[in-house]
């Protein structure tokens, strides 16, 4: 996607003279300032996922694969790898797209030559990465048909409310659920966007209010509580967020209050789509009830940073001090509640039947 008019990925390597190394867009530092982030080593990569300098599962999936290629180029035996494996896994438990990555990559290390590997690790991540890339760009277009279904035909723009960061920041590119909108701005449809803030770390108000500013695509930063009221109201045409887990049932992890907007649209008879590329499908889980929910930093809730009028990056207490918090990151919203997901094999419906037909060769 495009930065100030250039085009940008959010995660490259850097293969200059010096020892190889992986570039990042650091998402801590957005919506205010736009700073890039060489990542040096294994330790480097590790320390990215846990602060969340890099989030959103499939880029996290290509962090910990890049992670690992860093990790080769040190020490490229087995029980280094394994022991790089189990580093970069440790870092964020929801997301299942890391192990993903981490497994893939360790699979096509196993059969070579100590001296095979490190190429060998970074051709499979820039792969990962492409395949990322193709992905998104399929469920942009699957998606698309569900933006024009909903605006059933008129010229006012289709109303998308969407949970958190799940645009090309959360993704190499084009992202999971921005993914359909960006496609609806090339085709030309007429799309408006109620970007839900997410606290606690703020994902919607600042980096996807941030993607869409870039795009220039209209939209309006609400509270998290407001999107069952504007749902009543009728301006809410349809919903579509993204997923860090969806089990084999269709039960799908996000973004903490998730599973609030998923309630408030079937209540209201709003369509709730989940866009969910296949590595974020865990066919290992029967349903949802087995997927691990991050428990972050109770700091995270207590604090809240922003830009001052005067120019100074701030962080603020809300809380008094003395009363705790509790950070829960993720929810898991039943399958029931879906519409459908979004995948980049197409539309399907959320249970295990349709997931199996789209995916047979993981079953
Ligand atoms: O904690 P984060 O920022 O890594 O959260 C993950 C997400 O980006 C969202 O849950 C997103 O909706 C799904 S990942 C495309």
């Known amino acids: 996607m495009l930065v100030q008019g250039t085009p940008t990925r959010t995660i490259w390597p850097v293969l200059d003279q010096g020892p190889r190394r992986v570039a990042i867009i650091d998402q801590t530092r957005l919506p205010h300032e736009f700073v890039t982030r060489e990542l040096a080593d294994l330790a480097d990569a590790a320390e990215a996922i846990a602060v969340m300098r890099v989030r959103g599962a499939p880029l996290i999936g290509a962090t910990a694969a890049y992670g690992l290629a860093l990790a080769a180029d040190r020490d490229a035996s087995d029980s280094a790898l394994a022991g790089a494996a189990n580093r ?212 995270e809730v207590a604090y809240i940073a922003g830009l001052a009028d005067d120019g100074r990056l701030l962080s603020v207490r809300l809380p008094p001090l003395g009363s705790p918090c509790a950070n829960p990151a993720f929810d898991v919203t039943p399958a029931r509640l879906v519409s459908g997901l979004i995948t980049e094999r197409g539309v399907c419906a959320a249970n295990r039947e349709a997931l199996a037909h789209l995916y047979p060769e993981r079953t």
Request: negative net charge; hydrophobic residues 45%.
């Open 88 to 299: 970069l896994i440790a870092t964020r438990p929801t997301a299942v797209n890391l192990r993903w990555a981490v497994e893939r990559l360790l699979a096509r290390l196993d059969d070579l030559p100590e001296g095979r590997r490190p190429e060998a690790a970074w051709a499979e991540a820039a792969a990962l990465c492409a395949e990322d890339v193709a992905q998104n760009r399929a469920i942009g277009a699957h998606g698309l048909a569900l933006i024009r279904a909903a605006g059933g035909g008129r010229a006012e723009p289709v109303n998308i409310l969407t949970h958190c960061n799940a645009g090309w920041l959360a993704t190499v590119d084009w992202g999971t659920a921005l993914a359909p909108i960006f496609a609806a701005r090339e085709a030309g449809v007429a799309v408006h966007v109620w970007v839900d803030e997410t606290r606690p770390r703020n994902q919607g108000a600042s980096l996807t209010a941030w993607e869409l500013n870039q795009a220039g695509i209209p939209h309006t930063v609400i509270a998290d509580n407001a999107g069952g009221h504007l749902m009543r109201q009728g301006r809410v045409d349809l919903c579509i967020v993204g997923t860090d887990r969806t089990a084999a049932n269709g039960d799908v992890a996000n973004k903490i209050g998730t599973y609030l907007k998923a309630l408030a649209a079937r209540d209201n008879g709003v369509p709730f789509y989940v866009a969910a590329p296949g590595p974020s499908i865990d066919f290992t889980l029967a349903d949802g009830t087995a997927i691990p929910i991050e428990e972050r930093d109770a700091d």
